[in-house]
């Protein structure tokens, strides 16, 4: 993903070649050169796919409230009260979640999960998608998406003093706008991915309240981003475009994280509200993400196997797929299950008795079998984990350093 980039920069100006290309008397045309307007659309897509529900709250609010009363029926759905109103609602919900949830973790937890498997994609489906959509019909001329699949789909209108270049017109305009839509696609669900990454930390943090702080940096992102925008548009597309490739550059991590988030949510909630407890077998071995392992990626998603020669291995495949890749962690008896308060790790100790390094968080469907899985990985023993308080200690825990928790 190093090259994506440059690649998403040589897309943009494709995109801008085909626009110029495709006349100079319609309207459509004219929306098309004006670089306000694709600076406008490039930072409305950033902003949505930043924070989806707060994006769709304030920026629908705003459209909504700034058009006139007659003209208000012909808005996109998502900038009509019936679905930013409930919208709104729901932020509050989310709000009173991450602030005074945090006095009840047990209740927390389920509803983050939620948040992380079901409210976010819906978010990534339902508005930022067709955010860009909409983007794309207006930057096209049109007043709605509506108009402009009818446009397309009808094909070239033929008149008599244009019967040579309306075929070519229509076709450089059907070209436009999917490219328009691809790079718009393209970079919302990048932007949105990082994004969402927020929401994964917070699932998984045990620490009270850190997750109000990570969406409150994130909405501040999103407020600076699109405050920006109305001061100045070149402002606003610059912001945008660093925001943009931060977001290609972390592409890697935040895919992984991602993955986790899925299925680590998932399996919190087998585990909290259906009471699911995952039984260890040696010959399936032990779901695990890894934290700390030589030459493999934090959070490869893989299974933990005992090697004839007693020997911990880790066995993975590399986006689930292709053929399944085995490294060896070192001997079984050198490690130690932890339990944890929603999911065990498995450690290794080091310089004393109090320091260990995290090297894999197993899936919370083991809470409550520790020892068997101690017993099927033939680790030394079972003990606590403390995690001590403080910004340290936090960061620690995302960076997940070899010191970062003490033997309780």
Not at 107 to 133: G, R, S, T, W, Y
Not at 368 to 387: D, Q, S
Request: aromatic fraction near 12%.
């Amino acid at each position: 993903m190093r090259r994506c980039p440059l690649l998403f920069v040589v897309l943009i100006g494709v995109v801008m070649f085909a626009s110029a290309q495709t006349g100079e008397t319609e309207e459509s045309t004219e929306a098309l050169k004006s670089g306000e307007s694709v600076t406008k659309a490039l930072a409305t897509v950033t902003s949505t796919a930043i924070s989806p529900l707060v994006g769709v709250s304030v920026m629908g609010a705003w459209q909504y409230f700034r058009t006139p009363g007659a003209q208000r029926a012909r808005l996109p759905f998502f900038d009509k009260p019936y679905f930013w109103v409930p919208i709104m609602l729901l932020l509050v919900l989310i709000f009173i979640k991450d602030t005074f949830g945090g006095f009840a973790p047990l209740i927390k937890k389920p509803l983050d999960a939620i948040e992380v498997l079901f409210v976010n994609h819906a978010a990534l489906i339902l508005i930022v998608f067709p955010v860009v959509m909409n983007q794309v019909a207006r930057l096209m001329g049109y007043t709605s998406l509506k108009a402009l699949f009818g446009e397309l789909l009808r094909g070239p209108v033929v008149y008599a003093a244009t019967a040579d270049t309306a075929g070519i017109q229509h076709a450089f305009s059907t070209a436009t706008a999917l490219l328009y839509a691809a790079a718009g696609v393209v970079v919302a669900g990048v932007v949105w991915l990082l994004a969402h990454c927020f929401d994964v930390l917070a699932l998984i943090s045990p620490f009270p309240f850190v997750d109000f702080v990570l969406k409150l940096i994130r909405n501040l992102v999103f407020a600076v981003l699109l405050g920006a925008s109305i001061i100045s548009p070149h402002l606003g597309l610059l912001l945008s475009l660093v925001v943009i490739i931060i977001s290609f550059m972390a592409f890697g991590w935040a895919l992984r994280l991602s993955v986790f988030g899925v299925v680590f949510a998932w399996s919190m909630l087998e585990m909290l509200l259906l009471e699911i407890q995952e039984k260890p077998s040696r010959d399936k071995g032990i779901r695990a993400f890894s934290s700390a392992v030589k030459n493999v990626k934090r959070r490869t998603y893989g299974r933990l196997l005992l090697g004839e020669d007693g020997s911990l291995v880790f066995a993975y495949r590399r986006l689930f797929f292709g053929p399944e890749r085995t490294v060896v962690i070192g001997r079984a008896g050198n490690f130690a299950v932890a339990r944890g308060i929603f999911h065990p790790t498995l450690v290794e100790p080091i310089e004393s008795a109090q320091k260990n390094r995290v090297v894999f968080r197993l899936l919370p469907t083991y809470r409550g079998v520790e020892e068997e899985v101690r017993a099927c990985l033939e680790c030394a023993e079972v003990y606590e984990l403390r995690w001590t308080k403080g910004f340290r200690s936090f960061w620690k825990f995302l960076t997940e350093d070899e010191s970062a928790v003490e033997r309780a």
